[in-house]
């Protein structure tokens, strides 16, 4: 008998998706630019292009890279760039052509972006020139035949753009020097391309979309084939969740994850795409009071982004004052959304923040809260569309409700696997369709599901389980913290003690304070016995604070 919170969304919340409404995600593309071609679709740098231009733009780069290149359908496309224009365009020109899109981080190293171009046996690669040196000195190990390289400012107006590039290269030096043979430049490829007709490649639900790279659940970076039929319900599951907030309204949503990144190019490059939105892109958001800035001169909707993004914002004057009168809502995501960035969220802009949940593996999104959730819940939400959830123990048998187990997710938006690594996706996809999501959680009697932490992460005080989300979000709310990280230290006694690497406001904030603070809402043994003050945590692209280095500089000492 089936559990009742496996699809446990409220009635009246989300209905069922109809997968076979679109083939694939170019065939949801071609219908958006028709149907939305004079609206504005993406801005960045103060330029903005339309549907049109963007339907005109990616048909070129598709025709160059089918007619030019004689790529053939199947083949994969890496793109290495942050959020410029030339982003959108180069995914929907490669998904146009038939071809597999590989998300590559810009800020990888020759190590890492080796492992990725061998690993999925690109042909090809758009990058932007201020990365193209690490790009030569790897390229030759790889089965790249083709490099076309972009500019920051190339689908900029001509006399912008040549200032943007002119500072980029010469005055901020970002432009390491490199050399790669027959590298087509952009703009050029989307000339020759505009030489040939062009019609969309058709493709099924079958057919690979992207290769989206990932530490995943277990071990080293690998490719998680995302399917025409992932994309395409990730998409619809999406829509469907949010349509009774945005209704028939168009807006603009604020784009600060790097498109590169599986949250930021499902919910925001696509899913608002499908609603003729625009996006506007933010090229360094790491950059708060630029990005903030761009914010006050700007009306938006909607924005995503992950924890420390939030709390960065929050942080800043300048976007405090912002006139939020326009804001309908925020999607969290990426990493566990802490109670007080949530509540100052609330105070600052006048909306919740809505927490969602998901993975590379799920093309993101599994649980999502309500859009009409009045205050922040501390929950990840309810399965969406079409989706079960169920969680299990490590024999992955189910568990009661309300008892901890790992997180498992069945739906149409689940990988197909880890590309070319059965052993790996055995390891993670059970024979009937549940994916063990390597993180912890229960279910509560509503339906809700709530996150404890990495399973990978926890850590074992004399016998006790400590996770370090609940420590973290404690530490978070002294008001002399702007953020922490906490990670397992190795102790003779009781096999681990808590250890917390803070960044702190000032120097007034001392170590026996804040483990006396910790006391009033932890127990004894999740309590730091180590904590230390640091200028910077590490972190991911987005802003996920990597716990991994954080021991290897700590714990290992490497």
């Known amino acids: ?239 469907e969740w949010i349509r009774s907030e945005l209704g028939d309204k168009k807006g603009t949503i604020i784009t600060a994850l790097p498109l590169y990144h599986i949250f930021s190019l499902t919910a925001n490059c696509m899913t608002f795409m499908r609603y003729g939105w625009c996006n506007y892109l933010i090229t360094n958001p790491r950059d708060i009071k630029g990005f ?33 009168s326009n804001f309908k809502f925020a999607l969290g995501g990426g990493m566990a959304v802490q109670r007080g960035v949530a509540e100052r969220w609330k105070e600052v802009t006048g909306t919740t923040l809505i927490e969602a949940y998901g993975l590379t593996e799920t093309s993101p999104a599994a649980c999502m809260n309500p859009m009409n959730l009045k205050e922040f819940n501390g929950k990840i939400g309810l399965p969406i569309s079409s989706t079960e959830v169920c969680i299990q123990d490590d024999s992955w048998n189910d568990v009661d409700l309300g008892e901890h187990g790992e997180i498992c997710i069945r739906g149409p938006q689940v990988m197909r696997g880890y590309w070319s690594r059965p052993k790996e996706t055995s390891e993670v996809l059970s024979n009937d369709g549940w994916l063990h999501t390597g993180d912890i959680g229960f279910i509560d009697e509503a339906g809700f599901v709530q996150i404890v932490d990495r399973k990978k992460d926890m850590i074992l005080v004399s016998g006790f389980n400590v996770f370090p989300n609940e420590v973290e979000e404690v530490i978070a709310d002294h008001p002399d913290v702007i953020e922490v990280g906490v990670i397992g230290k190795p102790d003779e006694h009781s096999g681990e003690v808590v250890m917390a690497i803070v960044v702190k406001k000032g120097d007034a904030l001392t170590e026996q304070a804040l483990r006396d603070f910790c006391r009033k809402g932890l127990t004894s043994y999740k309590v730091p016995k180590s904590i230390i003050f640091t200028d910077e945590l590490p972190k991911t692209n987005v802003g996920k604070i990597l716990r991994r280095e954080l021991r290897d500089q700590y714990i290992t000492g490497t």
């Open 1 to 239: 008998m089936q559990k009742p919170w496996l699809k446990s969304y409220p009635k009246g919340t989300a209905e069922e998706i109809d997968i076979n409404e679109f083939s694939s995600v170019a065939n949801i593309f071609d219908t958006s630019v028709a149907k939305f071609k004079n609206l504005p679709a993406y801005t960045n740098f103060g330029k903005t292009i339309s549907y049109h231009d963007v339907d005109v733009y990616t048909a070129h780069l598709a025709a160059y890279l089918s007619n030019e290149l004689n790529l053939e359908k199947g083949d994969r496309v890496a793109v290495m760039m942050p959020n410029l224009l030339q982003n959108p365009i180069a995914i929907f020109g490669i998904l146009r052509a038939g071809l597999v899109v590989v998300n590559t981080n810009p800020l990888y190293t020759e190590r890492e972006l080796k492992h990725q171009l061998i690993d999925s046996g690109a042909k090809a690669i758009i990058i932007v020139e201020n990365f193209a040196h690490v790009l030569e000195k790897v390229i030759g190990d790889t089965r790249i035949d083709h490099v076309i390289t972009t500019k920051m400012g190339d689908l900029l107006s001509p006399v912008k753009g040549f200032i943007i590039n002119t500072v980029v290269k010469y005055v901020k030096k970002m432009v390491p020097s490199f050399s790669l043979k027959n590298a087509v430049p952009f703009n050029k490829a989307l000339k020759l391309g505009a030489q040939h007709r062009f019609q969309t490649v058709p493709c099924t639900h079958d057919d690979i979309a992207f290769l989206q790279y990932t530490g995943g659940t277990t071990g080293v970076s690998k490719g998680a084939v995302l399917t025409n039929k992932n994309m395409v319900a990730n998409m619809l599951q999406a829509s």
């Open 292 to 324: 903030a800035k761009e914010l006050q001169a700007t009306k938006f909707e909607v924005m995503t982004g992950v924890n420390t993004l939030f709390n960065g914002l929050l942080n800043n004057e300048e976007f405090r004052s912002i006139d939020f």
